[in-house]
């Protein structure tokens, strides 16, 4: 792998997290209208329509085991990962949520060394550490803030989210070896919606949100566009290395936080923002132009 191939595999995981973190914005606005469990069931119902028609069309046979098995996997991971974050959504900023993930590319980074092998080389870790540093300016920012019982519970919920995310970014990474976008994309939603369905004996099944059909439609086909993009960048590069386009999400969670729901910028968040941008550059020139294959 050339390391101009590596760059690209870079930039379509930074628009793959673009596209997510405009999801994320349609997400809150229905989280806080019809509530995150619901919300994520009648997704997960247009997520599998959507995700169905390019997987059969373009299948050449059945998922082998492993790759099966990665699925499921991801999907376990998933569902409460979803959950716990939309659910925190709702009841914090979107800057300060997506701050608050930033543990995860961290634990990812640690992960892909000791699971999958991958060299860590002193610039990626330290572009992790800088945007991680930008990460806490934004939450002594927001700490400045009086926010209430209702942020702390939420913040929990993402922190909580974010943990068991820095698993999903490993799984990721090897299910994109073993399977297309197409594939991957299907396979989620179908594992991820009939998760949540198994829930609705125990939880009873929300009413129909009407009024919000076109915004359910519009986060599902986010949420595949953006599957699909990732799955093609972590099929091309490792995942401590790719890791680190997470923290551009912090940058479009400003612009959409204040652009949907007129949350605030402080001075701590821009300058967080100037050290996520430099720590992510310095790790996006830290890729050996070597791709280690998953035992």
Not at 50 to 63: H, I, N, Q, S
Not at 71 to 86: D, E, I, N, Q
């Amino acid at each position: 792998m050339t390391a101009r191939s590596s760059l690209t595999a870079f930039a379509v995981a930074v628009a793959g997290i673009a596209v997510f973190s405009v999801m994320d914005m349609v997400m809150k606005g229905l989280s806080l209208a019809l509530g995150a469990w619901p919300t994520l069931l009648w997704r997960g119902v247009f997520g599998i329509v959507l995700a169905a028609g390019p997987y059969f069309a373009t299948r050449k046979g059945w998922p082998t085991w492993p790759a099966l098995r990665l699925h499921v996997t991801r999907g376990l991971l998933m569902a409460p990962m979803s959950f716990l974050f939309f659910y925190g959504l709702a009841r914090t900023p979107m800057a300060q949520a997506v701050a608050l993930t930033f543990i995860a590319p961290l634990l990812a980074l640690g992960l892909a060394g000791l699971l999958l092998k991958e060299s860590i080389g002193p610039r990626m870790l330290a572009g992790s550490l800088l945007a991680l540093a930008g990460g806490g300016g934004l939450v002594v920012g927001q700490a400045r803030a009086d926010l209430g019982h209702e942020a702390l519970v939420g913040s929990l919920a993402v922190l909580a989210s974010a943990t068991i995310y820095a698993f999903n970014i490993i799984v990721m990474r090897a299910q994109a070896q073993r399977a297309g976008p197409a594939e991957i994309a299907f396979f989620q939603a179908l594992v991820i919606g009939s998760l949540f369905f198994a829930t609705t004996p125990f939880l009873g099944l929300p009413p129909l949100p009407r009024g919000h059909w076109h915004e359910l439609l519009l986060a599902s086909s986010l949420a595949l566009v953006s599957m699909w993009l990732l799955a093609w960048a972590y099929a091309r590069a490792g995942a401590g290395y790719l890791s680190n386009t997470e923290y551009t999400s912090f940058l479009w969670a400003i612009l959409l936080g204040w652009w949907r729901f007129g949350e605030g910028v402080s001075p701590f968040t821009l300058a967080g923002a100037a050290l996520i941008v430099a720590g992510c550059f310095l790790a996006a020139r830290a890729e050996r132009p070597v791709l280690e294959a998953i035992a």
